[in-house]
T-cell receptor
Framework: RKEVEQDPGPFNVPEGATVAFNCTYS??????FFWYRQDCRKEPKLLMS???SGNEDGRFTAQLNRASQYISLLIRDSKLSDSATYLC?????????FGAGTRLTVKP | GAVVSQHPSRVICKSGTSVKIECRSL??????MFWYRQFPKQSLMLMAT?????????EQGVEKDKFLINHASLTLSTLTVTSAHPEDSSFYIC??????????????FGSGTRLTVV
């Protein structure tokens, strides 16, 4: 079983749609959690950290369920510029482990 | 914000030659830097952890004699791909934890190096 698993997609949605990504992790000792965004042929950039209480940043909402070892990212009112690959990242004892990413394409 | 500078951004080399990639933390000290490799449509895979003043720690399956890592200062780590072959063609990215904020705040990545071995 992979340490961090994501649905690879692709997710093709129209502008304005709401889309949700899920991620599961295998190591219960995981300490911190993140969503990164990676554009084609570019480095990953931190989108947001994920906290147990859930957190929101504008159109983006992240949730963490430690009992189920599950992380989610919700994007509301999708924009064309949201098109990218979204990486679920889990930190285990200072080791960052990446999911394979979920590809999102937002279409006009 | 914290910046990690990676150079070169793109390199094409002949099979059998060596290529050096530099990763610099511009406005913070990084005792630890990380080197990743990403093949097309795949996730980032940690290759090694670079520690200032000591030997790097390599992930299982990564040849330390082929991927030489030097972390001679608190702001510079280098990865040298020795005797490169076409199968080494990939996107190499470094990262570091900015300052004292700790891993709970995520890592900062360099802009990556696209290596093509012909």
């Amino acid at each position: 079983r992979k340490e961090v698993e994501q649905d690879p997609g692709p997710f093709n949605v129209p502008e304005g749609a709401t889309v949700a990504f899920n991620c599961t992790y295998s190591n219960s000792a995981s300490q911190s959690f993140f969503w990164y965004r990676q554009d084609c042929r570019k480095e990953p950039k931190l989108l947001m950290s994920v906290y147990s209480s859930g957190n929101e940043d504008g159109r983006f909402t992240a949730q963490l369920n430690r009992a189920s070892q599950y992380i989610s990212l919700l994007i509301r009112d999708s924009k064309l510029s949201d098109s990218a690959t979204y990486l679920c990242v889990v930190n285990v004892y200072n080791d960052m482990r990446f999911g394979a990413g979920t590809r999102l394409t937002v279409k006009p | 914000g914290a910046v990690v500078s990676q150079h070169p951004s793109r390199v094409i080399c002949k099979s059998g030659t060596s290529v050096k990639i530099e990763c610099r933390s511009l406005d913070f000290q990084a005792t630890t830097m990380f080197w990743y490799r990403q093949f097309p449509k795949q996730s980032l895979m940690l290759m090694a952890t670079s520690n200032e003043g000591s030997k790097a720690t390599y992930e299982q399956g990564v040849e330390k004699d082929k991927f030489l890592i030097n972390h001679a200062s608190l702001t510079l780590s280098t990865l040298t791909v020795t005797s490169a072959h076409p199968e080494d063609s990939s996107f190499y990215i470094c990262s570091a934890i900015p300052g004292t904020q700790g891993p709970q705040r995520g890592y900062t990545f360099g802009s990556g190096t696209r290596l093509t071995v012909v």
